[in-house]
């Protein structure tokens, strides 16, 4: 991790962002609920179904000058587009799966195993792909120097890790249970606890970076980001379902969660072309 | 091209990349396809602007290319470096400055009269899901008069996909995620 090589000032950090607002809740609530009103009535009138957040969601404030307004532009995929990176053992050692035993000490919090399988959209396992997490420890406090959140930094977890995919998709992270934190959208705001996951796929076309979140988490409903996906069906696939068959006895509780990319263009255009 | 065929499972929701992956996902060497002194070895860099023109300081790019004969790659070894292995993917975050360099080779041709191009994802703080791009080489004029993404474009949204050659070799290519020079952005069949 190459986090000590450049200086850094707090001065562009996102604690000072001008797009932060001092909003209430309440006013954040209502553009969320009038932007998901007019997606359920598009729906009822027979639009599509969202499956992806918009990337123009206004309630997340630093959305609005960071997305894209003319729409994506049709592409069919070629050659390298076909292909993704190849990971492997040489990139990744098996213990960094445990984030509980990166320093010398046990990490503070609720010890927890996150497991699942990593599909495509056609359902077909994605093997021996790299896939990194990372997140705040039990307190809700990233290690990141930009995090200014007065909570405790652990000084026994860093809260990275890195895998790789197995012959049938699967993965499993023995972590810390992160705590929610607050943050600066809107006065008051906090984000449900989550953990980010970035993953490739065969493809460079599926590569994507996302986040899981737990099951019931009150903070749900306030945020914009998790709401930025207008779909409920949609929101669901990113909350991880507690499993007791992987809760362990005196150990650890356990979660399954798992995630499906897009599909594979280069498997049906190669099919394609062997006829 | 074909149909492509509907999806049997509904692709997962993306989500921002957030502020803080900065000591979780650039890695040493991560913006290094080649070593410097890697004979044609070119820098390929710009700067991330968001609507109002001014630079995202929190942005993470990937590459993702073919080496300078075309081939692709399928070396494991990105992450550790050692120094020879071409990998052809790269990652870096911008600088405070939204400044972002890769060193990289030009890549070649991945077939006969293709356009050559070095596949782009954007991360960034604020923005809800990755964004895709191409960066063309300048110099084949023929061969991307001829490419099919690029004649499928207006004019004057052509050129934000094709970087810019410098005096040195170097390649520029800024991107604007709103704006006036908005750069292209793309979707693939079955991105859903």
Known sequence: ??????????????????????????????????????????????????????????????????????????????????????????????????????????????????????????????????????????????????????????????????????????????????????????????????????????????????????PGDPLFSLDPIYQAITDQKARDRLVATYDHSVTSHEWATGYNWDIVLTGSNRTWMETEEEH | MAQAPELKLVPTPGQTIGPFYGYALPFTDGEKLVDRAHPGSIRLHGTVRDGHGTPIPDSMLEIWQADEHGNIAQETGSLIRDGHTFTGWGRTAVDNVGHYSFTTVNPGATGEGKAPFIMLTVFARGLLNRLFTRIYLPEDTEALAGDPLLSSLPEERRSTLVAVREANGDLRFDINLQGPEETVFLSYPRNA
């Not at chain 1, 200086?7 to 001092?22: I, Q, Y």
């Not at chain 1, 996150?114 to 420890?137: C, K, M, T, Y």
């Open chain 1, 1 to 214: 991790m190459s986090t000590e090589e450049t200086p850094e000032s707090f001065e562009n950090s996102h604690v000072l962002d001008p797009a932060a607002t001092a909003d209430s809740q309440e006013t954040v609530s209502k553009e969320i609920e009038d932007i998901h009103a007019s997606y359920r009535e598009a729906v009822a009138d027979g639009a599509a179904e969202e499956t992806q957040p918009r990337i123009d969601f206004a309630p997340y404030r630093s959305s609005l000058l960071r997305h894209p307004t003319k729409s994506l532009h049709h592409a069919d995929p070629e050659t390298i587009e076909l292909w993704s990176p190849a990971f492997g053992e040489r990139d990744v050692h098996v213990l960094e799966s445990d984030l509980t035993i990166q320093h010398n000490g046990e990490p503070i919090g609720e010890r927890i195993v996150v497991q699942g399988r990593v599909l495509d959209g056609d359902g077909r396992p994605v093997s021996g792909q790299l896939i990194e997490i990372w997140q705040a420890n039990a307190a809700g406090r990233y290690v990141h120097k930009r995090d200014q959140h007065p909570a405790p930094i652990d000084p026994n977890f860093t809260g990275v890790g890195r895998a790789i995919t197995g012959p049938n998709g699967e993965y499993r992270f023995t972590t810390i249970k992160p705590a929610p934190y607050p943050w600066k959208n809107h006065h008051n705001a906090w984000r449900p606890a989550h953990i980010h996951f970035s993953l490739f796929g065969t493809d460079f076309t599926q590569r994507m970076i996302t986040q899981m979140y737990f």
